[in-house]
């Protein structure tokens, strides 16, 4: 039996007001490494979740913003992705 997987991509990236000591440290080692016209590097956390069947889009947004990130410093953006097939 093959049934449809609902997946949605969260991304969650440190808000540009923000310094981001990873991403400096990044942005740095690729320099060092010959790569010297980079300016700038964030470093994020993508988060990839499949759901049987579609999310509640406002329970995803709270559990997003509530449990995912830090709203302090972070923002994070949703997107839907079409269904994907897999055998049971």
């Given at each position: ?20 000591p990873?991403g ?11 790569l010297q016209?980079?300016?700038?590097v964030?470093?994020?956390k993508l988060?990839e ?8 889009e406002?329970?995803?947004d709270?559990?997003c913003?509530d ?8 923002d ?5 992705l ?7």
């Amino acid at each position: 039996m093959v049934k449809a997987l609902m997946k949605v991509r969260v991304i969650v990236m440190p808000k540009q007001s923000v310094l981001d000591p990873q991403g400096v440290a990044v942005r740095n080692a690729l320099k060092d490494v010959g790569l010297q016209s980079v300016e700038n590097v964030r470093v994020g956390k993508l988060l990839e979740l499949e759901f049987a069947a579609p999310p509640d889009e406002q329970r995803l947004d709270e559990i997003c913003r509530d449990l995912l990130s830090n709203p302090v410093i972070e923002d994070y953006s949703i997107r839907y992705l079409s269904p994907t097939k897999t055998s049971a």
